[in-house]
């Protein structure tokens, strides 16, 4: 293994983006700069910079979301690169080919970038480590893998959080819902973290809470109005039922009941606290309707935004 | 050290589109090149009393050099406050080199519409072009090897200084 971060090149830029862990300050603040600059390419008559003209996109969807998929297809359209969308369910993985098979296939197509979506935690290191060792200039986007890290999701909620509070420095962020399936919680964290959020709360049932967070320097709750006091970000989770084995819940009504976010909930928050999710919602589960399309709701922003942060994300890999 | 004298080579550029540009000033759009440019146009809109809308522009996403030098560490964004289709425009930029930069710039102007016309004001032209790109007001023109770089700078109250890197 070499000992270096395997998403750094020996100049120490990104060149693969796969987890949010261990990226410096420095360069998460350099990503959400160069997502303000693109921020406005979406509001022009022609929606389109030749930045990423030439470069071939693959979208590699192992595991089925559409709107991770259009977001980054958009982000890739609008730098101008040709973009491949892969059906892997109806593809060659279907009929036994392995992953790492299917990858060299493509590079010798010459893909130059890799879009990776995958049930696996790792997947995507997997192919950026392969990648690295067989070609030298093929990059790797994790688009979430597992229950491991989606780190867009987490530059792009960063981006949010920053754009309406300013400063991380003095702020209470609430993480709320199923974290132990949530790789969005895991980006998060580390990015709130190495921000310098002095107070980063989880709030959830024990069946959905995993342990060890107090490590990653997070404060655990279990009764959500008790977490939600005096907080400036709540970040709801969506209910991931299509991951829990067993019986982790009674039911979603009752989920919703105690865990639900509902303008009453709210209001024990500060009173400019802004509410975040990264969608798909699941309304009358982890949220209400009056709170999702409530003044403090901010989640048509994260939409917005996601598109820059992934065309930062792409032209700051593409020339690294 | 230089003993180019920057503020009366912008006096120069000041009163050469003073001569030129007609009364009905509120046509004009006046839009800086990040960042040199834009502090010149902003200095040019405030001594020449210009009304109309401005702008400041970043060339960065139409650079050609994108492929070898990646994007700038500090991403600037343009912002046209006004209607480019149709619109009369005088570019602004401190300095004028290879004329690649003002390549971009139009490409990233067309970005936005079909402006009526652009003519471009500099402030100093150091010659070295590489492209068929010429500015229709000049502050001074002065030769530099290829290998040193004019940079400027502004205090307080505006005022430019230079130096030769």
Not at chain 1, 210 to 226: A, K, N, S, W, Y
Not at chain 2, 57 to 64: C, G, K, N, P, T
């Amino acid at each position: 293994m070499p000992s270096r971060h395997p998403q750094l090149n020996a100049h120490g830029e990104l060149k693969h983006l796969l987890t949010i862990e261990g990226l410096s300050r420095n360069l998460i603040h350099h990503i959400l700069d160069t997502a303000a600059g693109f921020l406005g390419v979406s509001d022009r008559d022609v929606k389109k910079v030749p930045l990423l003209r030439g470069v071939s996109v693959f979208n590699l969807f192992f595991e089925n979301s559409t709107r991770t998929r259009t977001t980054f297809e958009i982000a890739a359209k609008r730098l101008s690169a040709d973009v491949v969308n892969l059906n892997i369910n109806t593809s060659s993985t279907a009929k036994g080919e392995s992953l790492l098979d299917t990858i060299d296939n493509l590079v010798a197509m010459h893909a130059d970038m890799f879009v990776v979506r995958h049930a696996q935690s790792g997947a995507p290191f997997l192919i950026a480590e392969h990648v690295d060792r067989t070609r030298g200039n093929v990059h790797v986007i994790n688009a979430g893998d597992g229950r491991h890290a989606h780190p867009t999701q987490g530059l792009l909620d960063v981006y949010t959080i920053r754009h309406f509070k300013k400063d991380f420095t003095n702020l209470r962020v609430a993480i709320v819902g199923d974290v132990l399936h949530s790789r969005v919680a895991r980006s998060d964290i580390h990015a709130l973290t190495t921000l310098g959020v002095p107070e980063v709360r989880v709030i959830g049932p024990r069946t959905l809470i995993p342990g060890g967070l107090e490590q990653l320097g997070v404060h655990v709750f279990h009764d959500m109005r008790e977490g939600l006091r005096g907080v400036d970000v709540v970040i709801m989770l969506r209910l991931q039922s299509e991951r829990m084995r067993g019986a982790l819940l009674p039911s979603a009504q009752e989920y919703f009941k105690h865990y639900g976010l509902t303008e009453e909930k709210l209001a024990l928050a500060n009173t400019d606290c802004i509410v975040m999710h990264p969608g798909p919602m699941n309304r009358g589960v982890e949220i209400d309707s009056a709170v999702a399309d409530g003044p403090q709701a901010v989640i048509l922003d994260q939409v917005t935004f996601g598109i820059a942060v992934r065309m930062a994300v792409m032209s700051l890999l593409a020339k690294s | 050290m230089t003993t180019l004298d920057v503020e009366s080579a912008y006096a120069h550029l000041r009163d050469s589109i003073a001569a030129v540009v007609p009364l009905a000033r509120e046509g004009l759009s006046l839009v800086g090149v990040h960042s040199g440019g834009v502090w010149v146009a902003e200095r040019l809109r405030r001594d020449l009393q210009l009304s109309g809308p401005d702008g400041a522009l970043s060339s960065a996403f139409h650079r050609d050099d994108y492929g070898r030098r990646g994007l700038p560490t500090d991403l600037k964004s343009t912002r046209l406050a006004f209607e480019v289709e149709g619109a009369d425009i005088l570019l602004v930029d401190d300095i004028l080199f290879t004329g690649r930069t003002v390549r971009a710039a139009l490409n990233e102007i067309f970005d936005y519409g079909r402006p009526a016309r652009v003519r471009l004001a500099v402030l100093i032209d150091r010659g070295g072009r590489e492209l068929p790109v010429a500015a229709d007001f000049c502050g001074v023109r002065h030769e530099l090897p290829a290998d040193r770089a004019f940079v400027l700078s502004r205090d307080d109250s505006g005022r430019f200084s230079l130096v030769i890197e």
